[in-house]
């Protein structure tokens, strides 16, 4: 109702002036508390969203609270004394309405005002789709019309009723609101407001299990607090004083804790003057924000220029006419402009200067840091020369906004992104910063035949297309594409006799939606939607909402249907909504003669009143529900709530800021174990706690410990965090521990750019990663980030990567410095990306090229990769999702995949092997797969238990698994007659593992620390293996009885020495690194010699060289030394060897070279190998081919040797599921249908290999 405010200015129809902030355009404090939103009719009907808005510039005391006012549409005829009327909306516009319906001020088609009859007006809105009726309200003597009734597109309303406040009698003022009701029932109370005296808001007053009761508390007519409904009664609290006759905010205490002071006339500061006249208003100097809690204050100046947003400076004088003055200005080059300023220790002052012409338009916004300017320029349509009445409709919609960045007075780097407008306001046309163009087209007001109905209130809204096409700039080939909608009109719901013709008119809704890809200007269809509305009227909880989606690609159609029930769940009204999702292929005949189930159903439920989920079923059919406190927050989220054996909870509580203590969370897990988290003033985490509910001392384990700590700075940006790890307790005596606390340590820098630059470590090192948006002249002066790490004392740095960035904020090069001041990169790799913003063309450091297709849907289609080779995918045809249904090399087709409708695999096929995948109806799991050689394996799963099965069986084997109820860990599985049982611990690390074999029974158990650093773990002998570590958390020794390892870091963290010591017997590691942290040195030190490796790398960071020496490298003797050689795609071709150390072939010939050859497929074809042989000393070469004779074309068939005392011919078999069976060398394998190598013979002699439930080889029998 805020059309009743004294002080017209079209400067606050703008957004930025309702907020919890200071507006920059008129320096005025703006708070708005927001309830819930109000939604009817089983969310069906109207969603309004009632807030309680402050204005210093409000008219008085409407029964709210001084300056307090409710966002309720409202009507005043005759309001000013030149005979204009005022109207407000709950948008929070204002506009004063000049003769009947004319509006001049209103320029876009976003509403329209009708007067109906005598005290009845009517208000459409464009895009919520609402229609208020607005009746003149019989309280007092004030000529106030009010909503009396919202209707939605399908004509449900609410309803709003007004009573007398007799804390302020004559001020009509809302008692409560009611939905429309489903099915004749009446409609129910969805707010409830009571002034006994303190002012009772209450949501959802019949509902028990939902009713939240705010209540308002005043001071005279002031607003002092308002307590929210919760158990500690949290609160918002204001404090007030007069400024220019105003009553003006000081003082703001939130419910978390923070508080908010607002100044006024620092430094004699006199507030906006109105033009031609001594009068003033009031403006904030200073807005100071203290979260508490150890946080730094955050204050914000303001400076303001002499004109402003009323006119002062100008000809005109103020008028209180109900119109904007400013408006009349003549002078085209008026403007005004706010300037605040905020301050951090340690960083430079940040300033941001808006400036605003004189239809309150933004036209720049400067940000000052140092040396960094960040500038918003915007342009608007229209010509700014020309008054407000000659600007056209969509003049302060706007046109082209351009943000550069720029360093001193260095050349800047700038972004533009262009938005246009119609006439009614509709986005027609965006190019973003990436170049990416998006046209949108609308039907006319009379809809087009067959598309889209006429619209029943005269709007131009409906979308009739959408087309996308890439950046110009791009590689490749990205296509355009195009979405296309039509639309259907249906009648309103039935409604009450009396019900005016204006809004008993039929509303539109989305009928199909088709999109293409466009080849020139040829259309390729892609997908079609088609919707299917509830159209019975018998059914009013259904109509008008969606009965069925039939999504169509490739000519197959998957088609989801929906029904609609209401129900009580907790004592919570609910909307449910079950959903049938029907594949394509659902009912095709299979080869057994049954039928292919491809359908899967699950159901939603909602709170009618919040529309919050208290039900929702996954995709594996495990039920989630979901209980909510009074304010709408998560209070408990219970998995498998009806399973009696799997039900797990993990509940939550909330405590807001009472007194000095802060606003605290708790999380408690399935298990019971509650952490704690502390929140400022501002809702930022700065300390949490958990429960020991590990410590080996019992009265520990519901005890509370600090985990982590956070410290903000005056910018609000993160500027230090401790993290705490818990260690092994120090047992000084038998029974008394002393908790040791491993404090983990991160600061954080941030440059004038405002991103965060640097971050020290808890080991000192600090980790650069450095941001420059300006670029270089060389990047197109855009982003450039440079990233590298220094020790503590700044000494030693490590390489530099830098990464230039395009606007799609992708990476187009990397280059990499040995040192920060190079000017030559040492290597450079280069992305180029086609017009979507997606990598078309790869070059690696060595020059090397890949080249990159995708489909409409950003799939991968193609890659040519650096030899030339192509490989290439194709997907399944009725979804848009990545479902490969092929993928081969040079036309070499390497497997096919099927799915059916709910996008499951059902069959695959690899080198001619298939294997067939059976579900039970509606799972996402196989229920049976089919191996090629046609064996199988069951699977019996609970959907509660994600991918984990219950049971696993197969001819040769059946394994059973048990899970913990509460968190799906398994706790013992048994296969083989084997048993393995696990216990952990609450932070999810294994406690336990004890294997029984027989009689016999393994364990081992282990010991971690609160994040995972492992402390201790026994082996199944019973032998202790301890772990330390240093005070950055890095470990510093192990020791496993009489052998201990130690380990030491250089100065950028990385390993440096290894000492390994048993006794009298030791080896010493130490370890050297070049700038990118690749190991050049590892030298060995033992008891009798040292040893030295180096090696050396190119720019793909592949070896090129190993040298090992006897003593170091420089004089030491060479035992080997080996090149590497790589070919266009990464693959070894050419190595050589030489030294007395060099490989020995399984025949016993030193290898001196090999040369590799591949073909497109990955397949190695042909080594020959340079030897010494063993017998005679003498160099001699074999040559060995690989042959791929099978129907898999990367199955080795075959292989031949040149070389004597090779195997000439070696014949490899492999048995239907492409498992190697016999190596051609008289070794013979079996295994089982998952194929797990169950048995090797050779030679007579057979083995047979034993697993656990989890796969791990656990036991051999046999020779």
């Known amino acids: 109702m805020s059309g009743k405010t004294a002080l017209h200015s079209g400067a606050f129809n703008f957004s930025s002036f309702i907020s919890n902030s200071v507006d920059p355009r008129t320096g005025q404090y703006g708070l708005s508390i927001v309830l819930p939103v109000l939604r009817g009719d089983y969310l069906g009907g109207v969603s309004f969203p009632p807030s309680f808005t402050y204005s210093s510039v409000g008219a008085g005391d409407f029964g709210y609270g001084q300056g307090w006012d409710i966002n309720l549409s409202s009507f005043i005829e005759h309001a000013y004394p030149e005979g204009g009327s005022a109207l407000s909306l709950y948008t929070g516009e204002r506009f004063t309405v000049d003769g009947v319906e004319s509006i001049s001020e209103k320029k876009l088609d976003t509403f329209h005002f009708h007067k109906d009859g005598d005290g009845v007006f009517r208000v459409e809105h464009k895009d919520a789709q609402l229609t208020e009726i607005l009746e003149l309200v019989q309280i007092g003597t004030k000529?106030?019309?009010?909503?009396?009734?919202?209707?939605?597109?399908?004509?449900?309303?609410?309803?709003?009723?007004?009573?007398?406040?007799?804390?302020?009698?004559?001020?009509?003022?809302?008692?409560?609101v009611r939905d429309s009701g489903i099915d004749g029932q009446q409609g129910r109370r969805l707010l409830l407001i009571e002034y006994p005296g303190d002012m009772i808001i209450t949501l959802y007053p019949d509902q028990p299990a939902a009713r939240a009761s705010y209540t308002l508390k005043f001071k005279g007519r002031q607003l002092e607090r308002i307590v929210l409904p919760t158990d500690d009664a949290a609160y918002w609290e204001f404090a007030y004083q007069q400024v220019h006759g105003q009553t003006c905010v000081t003082r703001v205490r939130r419910p978390t804790g923070a508080v908010e002071h607002i100044e006024y006339g620092i430094d004699g500061d006199p507030g906006h003057k109105l033009p031609g006249v001594d009068q003033y208003l009031p403006r904030?100097?200073?807005?100071?924000?203290?979260?508490?809690?150890?946080?730094?204050?955050?204050?914000?100046?303001?400076?303001?220029s002499s004109t402003n947003f009323v006119g002062n400076g100008s000809s005109v004088v103020w008028n209180n006419n109900g119109r904007d003055n400013l408006y009349d200005v003549a002078d085209a080059n008026y403007s005004y402009w706010s300037k605040t300023t905020e301050r951090c220790p340690g960083q430079a002052d940040r300033t941001v200067l808006r400036t605003f012409d004189r239809f309150h338009r933004m036209v720049e916004e400067k940000q000052v840091q140092g040396s960094c300017v960040i500038t918003t320029v915007s342009q608007y349509p229209g010509n700014s020369a020309e008054p407000f009445g000659k600007q056209p409709e969509n003049f302060q919609l706007q046109q082209l906004s351009t943000q550069s960045w720029q360093k001193a007075n260095g050349k800047p780097g700038t972004a533009v992104h262009t938005t246009e407008y119609d006439l009614f306001g509709n986005l027609i046309r965006e190019v973003a910063v990436t170049g990416v163009e998006t046209v949108y087209e609308y039907f006319p007001v009379d809809?087009?035949?067959?598309?889209?109905?006429a619209d029943p209130q005269g709007f131009v809204r409906w979308r009739k297309s959408q087309t996308?096409?890439?950046?110009?700039?791009?590689?490749?080939?990205?296509?355009?594409?195009?979405?296309?909608?039509?639309?259907?009109?249906?009648?309103?719901?039935?409604?009450?006799e009396g019900?005016?013709?204006?809004?008993?008119?039929?509303?539109?809704?989305?009928?199909?939606?088709?999109?293409?890809?466009?080849?020139?200007?040829m259309k390729v269809p892609l997908s079609q939607t088609i919707t299917h509305y509830h159209e019975s009227k018998e059914d009013l909880l259904s109509y008008?909402?969606?009965?069925?989606?039939?999504?169509?690609?490739?000519?197959?159609?998957?088609?989801?249907?929906?029904?609609?029930?209401?129900?009580?769940?907790?004592?919570?009204?609910?909307?449910?909504?079950?959903?049938?999702?029907?594949?394509?292929?659902?009912?095709?005949?299979?080869?057994?003669?049954?039928?292919?189930?491809v359908q899967k159903t699950f159901a939603l439920k909602h709170s009618a009143l919040t529309a919050e989920p208290l039900l929702n079923r996954d995709d594996n059919d495990v039920e989630i529900a979901y209980a909510y406190d009074l304010l709408g927050r998560v209070t408990v989220e219970t998995v498998a709530p009806n399973d009696k054996i799997y039900k797990a909870s993990r509940k939550y509580s909330y405590v807001l800021a009472v007194g000095d203590s802060p606003a605290v969370q708790t999380s408690t897990d399935v298990k019971g174990v509650t952490t704690r988290t502390l929140l400022d003033g501002l809702g930022r985490v700065f300390e949490e706690q958990r429960m020991e509910a590990d410590s080996v001392e019992i009265w520990r384990r519901q005890r509370y410990r600090k985990t982590y700590l956070a410290t903000y700075n005056a910018y609000g940006q993160l500027a230090e965090e401790t993290e705490y790890d818990w260690m092994a307790d120090v047992v000084t005596e038998p029974g008394i521990h002393h908790a040791v606390d491993l404090t983990l340590q991160t600061t954080y820098g941030y440059d004038d750019w405002g991103q965060q630059a640097w971050q020290r470590g808890p080991d000192g090192i600090c980790h650069f990663e450095v941001t420059d948006p300006v670029g270089t002249e060389a990047s197109a002066q855009l982003p450039i980030t440079r990233s590298w790490r220094e020790s503590a004392d700044g000494t030693v740095a490590s390489g530099v990567t830098e990464t230039w960035l395009n606007r799609f904020e992708e990476a187009t090069h990397v280059r990499r410095f040995r040192k920060k001041d190079d000017t030559v990169a040492y290597s450079q790799h280069t992305y180029h990306y086609d017009g979507l913003g997606r990598v078309a063309r790869e070059v690696a450091a060595d020059k090397s090229t890949t080249l990159s297709t995708y489909d409409t849907f950003g799939r991968l289609l193609t890659q040519t990769l650096p030899d030339r080779s192509v490989v290439t995918r194709r997907y399944a045809t009725f979804d848009s999702d990545d479902l490969p249904e092929s993928i081969d090399v040079d036309g070499i087709v390497l497997g096919t995949q099927t799915f059916d409708g709910l996008k499951r695999l059902y069959r695959s096929v690899t080198g001619g092997r298939e294997r067939i995948l059976h579900y039970k109806p509606g799972y996402n799991r196989p229920e049976k797969v089919f191996t090629p050689s046609r064996q199988w394996v069951e699977y019996e799963y609970n959907p509660v238990l994600g991918e984990e099965p219950l049971k696993r069986t197969s001819s040769r084997f059946t394994a059973d698994y048990t899970y913990d109820p509460e968190n799906?860990?398994?706790?013992?599985?048994?296969?083989?007659?084997?048993?393995?049982?696990?216990?952990?611990?609450?932070?999810?690390?294994?406690?336990?593992?004890?294997?029984?074999?027989?009689?016999?029974?393994?364990?081992?158990?282990?010991?971690?620390?609160?994040?995972?650093?492992?402390?201790?773990?026994?082996?199944?002998?019973?032998?202790?293996?301890?772990?330390?570590?240093?005070?950055?958390?890095?470990?510093?020794?192990?020791?496993?009885?009489?052998?201990?390892?130690?380990?030491?870091?250089?100065?950028?963290?990385?390993?440096?020495?290894?000492?390994?010591?048993?006794?009298?017997?030791?080896?010493?590691?130490?370890?050297?690194?070049?700038?990118?942290?690749?190991?050049?040195?590892?030298?060995?030190?033992?008891?009798?010699?040292i040893q030295t490796l180096k090696q050396d790398y190119d720019v793909c960071d592949r070896i090129e060289l190993k040298a090992l020496k006897l003593g170091e490298q420089e004089t030491g003797e060479l035992l080997r030394e080996e090149t590497f050689a790589y070919d266009a795609r990464g693959r070894l071709y050419d190595y050589q060897c030489s030294g007395p150390l060099s490989p020995v072939d399984p025949q016993g010939?030193?290898?001196?070279?090999?040369?590799f050859e591949f073909d497109p497929l990955d397949n190695i074809i042909l080594v020959i190998t340079q030897l010494t042989d063993k017998e005679t000393d003498q160099p001699g070469e074999n040559v060995a081919e690989y042959f791929f004779d099978n129907e898999d074309p990367a199955q080795l068939s075959s292989i031949t040797n040149s070389y004597p005392g090779y195997p000439a011919t070696a014949k490899l078999i492999y048995d239907p599921d492409g498992n190697l069976t016999d190596d051609g060398e008289g070794m013979l394998m079996d295994y089982d249908a998952t194929g797990r190598l169950r048995s090797v013979e050779k030679a007579g002699l057979m083995s047979s290999y034993h697993y656990d439930g989890v796969d791990r080889l656990s036991g051999q029998s046999g020779g």
């Not at 809809?447 to 109905?453: D, R, V």
């Not at 996308?468 to 009450?496: C, H, M, N, Q, W």
């Open 468 to 496: 996308i096409k890439p950046s110009a700039k791009g590689e490749g080939a990205a296509a355009t594409e195009r979405t296309e909608f039509v639309y259907k009109a249906l009648d309103p719901v039935p409604l009450p």
């Open 284 to 304: 904030v100097k200073r807005h100071r924000i203290v979260p508490g809690f150890g946080q730094a204050e955050q204050v914000t100046d303001y400076e303001y």
């Open 1149 to 1155: 010939h030193v290898i001196r070279a090999q040369a």
């Open 968 to 1089: 799906a860990r398994l706790l013992r599985c048994t296969e083989d007659g084997q048993t393995l049982e696990r216990d952990y611990f609450s932070t999810g690390q294994m406690k336990w593992e004890k294997r029984t074999e027989g009689n016999e029974t393994f364990e081992m158990t282990y010991a971690y620390s609160y994040r995972d650093r492992m402390l201790s773990y026994t082996d199944v002998l019973g032998q202790v293996q301890d772990y330390q570590y240093d005070d950055a958390g890095r470990l510093q020794k192990t020791t496993l009885g009489t052998t201990v390892a130690m380990f030491e870091y250089d100065k950028l963290g990385r390993t440096s020495k290894i000492e390994t010591r048993d006794g009298d017997n030791y080896l010493i590691t130490w370890l050297e690194y070049d700038e990118f942290d690749r190991e050049t040195l590892r030298r060995f030190d033992m008891p009798s010699e």
């Open 143 to 176: 000529k106030l019309a009010l909503p009396t009734k919202i209707y939605s597109a399908s004509k449900r309303w609410l309803e709003f009723v007004y009573r007398d406040n007799p804390q302020l009698p004559g001020n009509p003022c809302l008692s409560e």
């Open 499 to 521: 019900t005016p013709d204006p809004v008993a008119k039929p509303w539109l809704v989305l009928k199909e939606e088709q999109a293409f890809v466009m080849a020139g200007e």
């Open 447 to 453: 809809g087009e035949p067959g598309k889209c109905p």
């Open 544 to 597: 008008g909402r969606p009965a069925e989606t039939i999504m169509t690609m490739g000519a197959k159609p998957t088609t989801t249907s929906y029904s609609y029930t209401t129900e009580v769940v907790e004592n919570h009204p609910a909307l449910v909504v079950n959903q049938v999702v029907t594949g394509f292929d659902h009912g095709q005949a299979l080869e057994d003669g049954t039928v292919r189930n």
